[in-house]
């Protein structure tokens, strides 16, 4: 075998990893190939997005699942065996891996930093590669991991058996918390840019611990009833019925969907507290305030607690007059860990003081290098008042009759000491003309005002400047503030993805910190933010991306001068984008502003080849407007569908025009020879999907005859309906149908349910892969149970599997 020809591929199956497994690797459990461990930095260039090439290791060797040890940088033949060896320590510095390997297939170059072994870098043959338990016993010394604090060390995370993993930067962190933990540290702070998931992180952290044994009585502490309510329903469902509240109030959450889940709580009507709980989860409001009556944390003896966790703990909790300090002290013999976006240090309050340096960082630049995080633009309008001040004429009355203090008013003073109702008219126009000039008036928008009362009046201004969707649906402009009812009501449904309402939220601080609004893509600064703590977590309410509704950056529009806070050196997640409109500029911002570079690797102006366009509102080739026809490919010839109607070219190059309708009917009529094939067709893929997905690579995605055809068709019936000319029925006339055929009274009541939500997925939103686990991971299923508890009400995957096909024939049991 000549192996200069073999492909790096090659060169990693036939000996690489035999290597590996010859050395006392699993290959299954311990050896991982071609890992990639970062998505790809999201690019913004106007309206045109793409995400750049994520990093990926050749191999990653694990200890334990998700304690990585050493990583494999490989070449083919033509390399020396050293040529990897600069990119497999930049992975490992990243990855915080010790043991760094590159190889071309002959031997290794080895690469230790820890510094324990004679050299730091050593040739190894073949056949030398060290076994796991040789990596392990240097990783132990390094890290100072006594056999004690092993058996923590090496506790195992929380898998639902859905294949959900922890990324690179969540191990980092857990396994940072569990040895530090583990070797005694009592006090632990971990700082995570907001939107990176800490509470999943800090599920995993309690997970190992309790399981260890090592802490057995543990409290999670927020500032939000929103917070743990999500918690406890999301990341913290794995603790089941040894977790409570720490409330006496309403014990359901409402999922989408109308589904409810039960919320145990550990205090009753008299507020005692049930102390048989092994995880409980508490607002500070709930347990303490400045009444020696409200101090129910009192009711716990001091060392009741083994591990107590506090998220967001910037917020008062390092403050030694806080009352959340006080909870601390009282536990003080409990490991305490804090989770923060923003390490807090000032003159009078330093988190870092209290809880030591963190133990892993992760900032907002990184997540956003990454591409795990979401970047944005920065609009920054001026408004004349602000900039002049206002000066009183003499005599000038408030619209009390009270006559107005003489002097200047300045930016500071408007809407707390001074309101001039035409600024807030005024920006609640701008900030809809930036909706109707972006083309989408539905973006979820927060925009944080200085109190309830201005709260309270951009709403009013907002709903009179968007009149027409307000008639729509009065929830389409909302106020949501700690003083209103009916507002805070509706937060569920705002961060919800699924929920079209509400849009436009007004707020004061409700807003600021904590609440996982996956789909805000518009933040309105209309306040004064001097403090960078909160300011950063402003910005982190947009960092969230969401991709199903393509949500890949966002916009801040700032009427305050608060984003000149990006000129502070704390500051490290700048915008790709600042633009000042002047005063008869569209405020959408221009797209043809080139992205900056990110400090190291200039951006060319257009996608490369190593970039995948995401969102493209001008896709090239075609000329017209922002939104123009899209250019597809029937058979290698070129039609371009413009408004309803094709224009493509025949065999012969001569031009034929017809309508969309009548074009696709021809197309399908080729594809399908008649009603009988398509349906025999239909019926015996196991995927239907994948028929789609085959048109479309051939020319003939079916979404542009949707609009025409003006009904909400199954895909099916759309193709039997303009191909075949039968009458259709719509989705949820199908979904009826099989309702009331009631062909699932075998199964039990649960497995009934989640037959049922299905449908209901198939119904409201069109899904067709409903034998996908993937689904039972979201909304209403995730309220459900885990995906593993729910697919063994069916008895096994297989089983479940079956029923989902059952259901799916069922769908389609007649033509209509």
Known sequence: MDKKSLSERDVCTKFITPALVKAGWDKMLQVREEVSFTKGRIIVRGKLVSRGKGKRADYILYYKPNIPIAIIEAKDNN????????????????????????????????????????????????DAFPAPAELWGIYRRWKGITPDAERIVLQDYFDDGSGKTPRYYQVNAVNAAVEAIAKGQNRILLVMATGTGKTYTAFQIIWRLWKAGCKKRILFLADRNV?????????????????????????????????????PTAIDKKRRIDTAYEVYLGLYQAITGPEDRQKL??????????????DECHRGSAAEDSAWREIL?????????????????????????????????????EGIKDGFLAPYKVVKVHI?????????????????????????????????????DGRTKLIAKKVSDFLRESGDRFQKTIIFCLDQEHAARMRQALVNENKDL?????????????????GCAQLGNFIDPESKYPVLVTTSRLLSTGVDAQT????????????????????????????????????????????????????????????????????????????????????PPEP???????????????????????????????????????????????????????????????????????????????????????????????????????????????????????????????????????????????????????????????????????LLKIAPFDAMGTPMQLIKQFGSRAAFEQAVHELQGELYHEVA
């Open 297 to 310: 944390y009192r009711e716990f003896s001091p060392g009741f607690f083994d591990l107590i966790v506090i």
């Open 79 to 126: 390399h020396c065996v050293g040529d990897g060896m600069q990119q497999a320590l930049e992975y490992a510095e990243t990855l915080g891996i010790p043991f760094v390997f590159s190889s071309n297939g002959d031997g290794f170059v080895f690469h230790d930093k820890t510094g324990l072994r004679p050299e730091k870098e050593v040739n190894l043959g073949l």
């Open 608 to 774: 490369g080849d190593d970039e995948d366009v995401l969102v493209d509102p001008d896709p090239p080739g075609i000329e017209g407007p922002v939104d123009p026809p899209r250019k597809i490919y029937v058979d290698g010839v070129a039609v371009a569908i413009v408004a309803e109607r094709v224009e493509y070219l025949d065999e012969q190059g001569k031009l034929i025009t017809e309508s969309l309708r009548d074009f696709t009917k021809k197309a399908l009529k080729k594809h399908f020879a008649s009603l009988e094939n398509f349906l025999q067709r239909w019926n015996t893929a196991e995927r239907k999907q994948a028929i789609l997905e085959e048109l479309a690579n051939e020319g003939l995605p079916l979404e542009p005859l949707v609009e025409e055809v003006n009904k909400d068709l199954d895909p099916f019936d759309l193709i039997c309906h303009v191909a075949f000319d039968q009458p259709p029925l719509t989705r949820r006339e199908r979904a009826e149908n099989v309702r009331k055929r009631d062909v699932f009274t075998k199964y039990g009541p649960q497995a009934r349910a989640v037959l049922e939500a299905l449908l209901e997925k198939y119904q409201d939103a069109g899904v067709l892969a409903l034998d996908d686990p993937s």
């Open 384 to 420: 004349d008042r602000d900039v002049q001040g206002y000066r009183p004429e003499k005599g000038k009355l408030d619209i009390f009759g009270n006559e107005i203090e003489d002097r200047v008013y300045n930016q500071k003073d408007f809407d707390r000491n001074l309101v001039i």
């Open 227 to 263: 917070l743990i309510d999500q918690t406890m329903v999301n990341d913290f469902r794995p603790f089941g019925s040894v977790m409570a509240k720490l409330s006496t109030g309403t014990k359901t959450i409402e999922r989408a969907g109308g589904t409810e889940t039960e919320l």
């Open 470 to 486: 307000y008639d729509e649906n009065p929830k389409y402009v909302m106020r949501i503030t700690g003083g209103d009812t009916d």
């Open 329 to 365: 002290e009282h536990f003080s013999s409990a490991t305490q860990i804090g989770l923060t976006a923003t390490p807090k240090e000032t003159e009078y309050v330093s988190n870092i003081k209290y809880f030591g340096d963190p133990v892993y960082s992760y900032s907002l630049k």
């Open 520 to 603: 805000c893509r518009l933040i309105v600064l209309e306040r004064e933010i001097k403090s960078m703590t909160e300011f950063k977590q402003i910005v982190g309410r947009g960092t969230r991306i969401h991709e199903d509704t393509k949500k890949y950056y966002f916009t801040i529009i700032d009427f305050r001068g608060a984003t000149n806070l990006f000129a502070d050196p704390d500051f490290d997640g700048a915008p790709v984008q600042i633009y000042e409109p002047g005063e008869d500029d569209p405020v959408d911002p221009p797209i043809d502003v080139p992205p900056p570079d990110d400090g190291e690797t200039p951006l």
